[in-house]
T-cell receptor
């Protein structure tokens, strides 16, 4: 049973470009969570999704950030018009119920 | 609102020595508590978790943690540290209603030979 998969593992963007981060949950998991880790900091919750629904987006910045978890395919975290402050590691986690979350390896975004 | 505090930013221990990493939480109900370990450039690996029942939980790699409701603590322990344990450790509490996890800022463990 493959774990949580994220791609790309590393992503470089120039200021103003768009970044798309993908997350495939563990088989059988229908809950997906996105977290951001800034350098030298802990993980901060961004958004919690179930299939086709956003359950909690209280941690998402008000602008430029969006997330989806379609009926088919991976969950996508989209950052429009990236700025240098968006440089961070973005982690996805999945769970089967609202309990144990299993984390992917992360996508490290660097904005030049 | 829930919160997690890891008072120690950085801890150094000698290989073979015992280890205790502190974690204090704030949560209105019975919490779901977790410890994760992160090696540089890697994702988070689950070490152990507490939901209910026995307050002393065993995890992988020889780690254990004890839930103490009266102290709002969930400290991580290991009797004898190995060089490979050097990493960053995160304590987390899950909001059982909303699903999101709140993490502490982490404790970086250095192991001296």
């Amino acid at each position: 049973n493959a774990g949580v998969m994220q791609n790309p593992r590393h992503l470089v963007r120039r200021r103003g470009q768009e970044a798309r981060l993908r997350c495939s949950p563990m088989k059988g998991h229908s809950h997906v969570y996105w977290y951001r880790q800034l350098p030298e900091e802990g993980l901060k919750f961004m958004v919690y999704l179930q299939k086709e629904n956003i359950i909690d987006e209280s941690g998402m910045p008000k602008e430029r950030f969006s997330a989806e978890f379609p009926k088919e395919g991976p969950s996508i975290l989209r950052i429009q018009q990236v700025v240098r402050g968006d440089s961070a590691a973005y982690f996805c986690a999945s769970s089967d119920l609202v309990q144990t979350q299993y984390f992917g390896p992360g996508t490290r975004l660097l904005v030049l | 609102a829930q919160s997690v505090t890891q008072p120690d930013i950085h801890i150094t221990v000698s290989e073979g020595a015992s280890l205790e990493l502190r974690c204090n939480y704030s949560y209105g109900a019975t919490p779901y508590l977790f410890w994760y370990v992160q090696s540089p450039g890697q994702g988070l690996q689950l070490l152990l978790k507490y939901f209910s029942g026995d307050t002393l939980v065993q995890g992988i790699k020889g780690f254990e943690a004890e839930f103490k409701r009266s102290q709002s603590s969930f400290n991580l322990r290991k009797p004898s540290v190995h060089w490979s344990d050097a990493a960053e450790y995160f304590c987390a509490v899950v909001d059982t209603n909303a699903g999101k996890s709140t993490f502490g800022d982490g404790t970086t463990l250095t192991v001296k030979p």
